[in-house]
Every structure is written in structure tokens, then in C-alpha cells.
Nanobody, 128 residues
Framework: QVQLVESGGGLVQAGGSLRLSCAAS????????MGWFRQAPGKEREFVAA????????DYADSVKGRFAISRDNAKNTGYLQMSSLKPDDTAVYYC?????????????????????WGQGTQVTVSS
């Protein structure tokens, strides 16, 4: 069992940066794929980024590629999402997710239903 708690959201001006953290409980987090998703009002939850259990493999949605960076520190049981050059379209609730079966081979990690464990979300608001 893994519990996830996000932090680091807030209000930022366009062009600014934020770093989200995802603190995990449970010794097995280091063996789980981790993903970040976001959901804007009136829209479906969408994939943002994912990272393999080792941290070697990462992938990003086209909309954030080159601006966001996902990372993890398994010794601290924590994952991160560094967001730069933020745009108003990035405004959403951001969720971290983890799963022991999902991996970055294939495309299943894009799908929110493939993740068993979720945090409560953290709001990111980007003003223009």
C-alpha cells in the first residue's frame, strides 16, 4: 500500500516556475512507476509526465515537453515535477500517481486508470 501527498502548488505569473513534490509512504514506492496528471475545470484528467522506478526513463505530454521535468529521489520516497515557463493553460489541479505494474514500455502509462495509487491533488494557477 502506498499513500501519496502532493505539495508545492500555488499562484504564479505566466513565465514563472513551480516545483511540485509528491511524498510517498510505504517502502515499495521505489519499485513503482510514478506519473503526474492534471485536470482543469470542465476537462478530463490528462497525462503530464511519467518516470520509471529507477528514474532512468521519462516521458512527457507534448504540451509540456521542454518546460517540465519529472524526477524522483527513492531514498526520500519523493517524486518531483519541476515546471518552468508556465502558461495560463497549465492551470489545473495536479495529481501524482503510482503503480507497481505500469511501466514505460508501451503506452499504458498515459492512461490514468492504469495507476492504482493517487494523491489528493494540488492546485496550480497561472495568471496572465
Amino acid at each position: 500500500q502506498v499513500q501519496l501527498v502532493e505539495s508545492g502548488g500555488g499562484l504564479v505569473q505566466a513565465g514563472g516556475s513551480l516545483r511540485l513534490s509528491c511524498a510517498a509512504s510505504g517502502r515499495t514506492f521505489s519499485s513503482y512507476t510514478m506519473g503526474w496528471f492534471r485536470q482543469a475545470p470542465g476537462k478530463e484528467r490528462e497525462f503530464v509526465a511519467a518516470i520509471s522506478w529507477s528514474g532512468i526513463s521519462t516521458d512527457y505530454a507534448d504540451s509540456v515537453k521542454g518546460r517540465f521535468a519529472i524526477s524522483r529521489d527513492n531514498a526520500k520516497n519523493t517524486g518531483y515535477l519541476q515546471m518552468s515557463s508556465l502558461k495560463p493553460d497549465d492551470t489545473a489541479v495536479y495529481y501524482c500517481a503510482a503503480d507497481p505494474k505500469t511501466n514505460l514500455r508501451g503506452s499504458s502509462y498515459y492512461t490514468s486508470t492504469k495507476y492504482d495509487y493517487w494523491g489528493q491533488g494540488t492546485q496550480v494557477t497561472v495568471s496572465s
